[in-house]
């Protein structure tokens, strides 16, 4: 039993010194095969008209990653996650502005147990202090798995479309 309590110790310190271990870094690439969310969309897509790639890093690992677009309205389809990016993109060149005043997470996946939440907080710390940003939205698939997982992360459900589910984090 002692022996017992000793490993679970450990576990709770390994999973805490991780998570405050942990940093946030803007990426280049990903590895689309290991995304379960959207593997079909390609690196272009995901770094093109202001679109993000953001990794939580551990120790020289990628832990967890989070997609999401820049847009000024809040799309219930892929292509029209792609559309308004490009708009809003487009628009803020046009006026020298940042892109979009809404993030739009597509996609999230983890590799380490706890790091889809600390992603999602991460991410929410960043949005809170830009000058331009003022939503926090997911175009999410209709699982239930995604939605217990923005639920659980204090996101509340803002509409189901007939591909997507939008869940936004108040800010």
Not at 14 to 27: N, Y
Not at 45 to 66: L, P
Not at 85 to 103: E, F
Request: glycine share 6%.
């Amino acid at each position: 039993m002692k022996n017992m309590n000793v490993k679970v110790k450990e576990k709770i310190s390994d999973f805490f010194d991780w998570i405050k271990g942990a940093e946030l870094i803007e990426l280049n690439s990903c590895n689309i095969k290991e995304d379960p969310v959207r593997p079909e969309l390609d690196i272009e897509f995901r770094t093109s008209y202001g679109r993000k790639i953001y990794g939580v890093k551990y120790k020289k690992e990628i832990c967890a990653i989070m997609c999401f677009g820049y847009t000024n309205e809040i799309p219930k389809t892929v292509k029209e996650l792609d559309l308004m990016t490009k708009d809003a993109y487009l628009q803020s060149a046009l006026r020298d502005r940042n892109v979009g005043k809404i993030a739009v997470a597509y996609t999230v996946w983890s590799k380490k147990k706890g790091g889809g939440k600390l992603i999602v907080k991460e991410v929410f710390k960043k949005i809170k202090q830009s000058n331009h940003l003022n939503r926090l939205v997911t175009l999410s698939p209709l699982t239930d798995m995604a939605r217990n997982f923005h639920i659980r992360n204090g996101a509340y459900e803002l509409q189901v479309n007939t591909e997507s589910q939008n869940f936004e984090y108040k800010i």
